[in-house]
């Protein structure tokens, strides 16, 4: 008898989930409530692609470097006239 009411209840547990899965998302779902991983392509970069990277990541770091070496500057250029003007 436990067998049983165990087994229908698990039935029924595995059904809503199937159900809500299937519900929730835009691809069917199947009778088990497995999806199916979507097929993705990989593609291999060129050449030109790459350098095109490359020089991106490069001006980016220049950028960076230069704002942080103008902060770095401003900051002493602050501390330079608090001195002066607390003298």
Do not use: D, N, Y
Request: with cysteine.
């Amino acid at each position: 008898m436990k067998k049983t009411t165990l087994g229908l209840a698990a039935a029924a547990v595995l059904g809503c989930l199937t159900f809500g899965i299937g519900a929730a998302s835009a691809a069917p779902a199947s009778p088990a409530g497995i999806q199916a991983a979507p097929m993705v392509e990989q593609v291999q970069m060129t050449r030109g692609e790459r350098r095109m990277m490359r020089h991106h990541r490069m001006h980016r770091h220049m950028m960076h470097r230069r704002h942080m070496m103008h902060r770095r500057h401003m900051m002493r250029h602050r501390m330079m006239h608090r001195h002066m003007h607390r003298m």
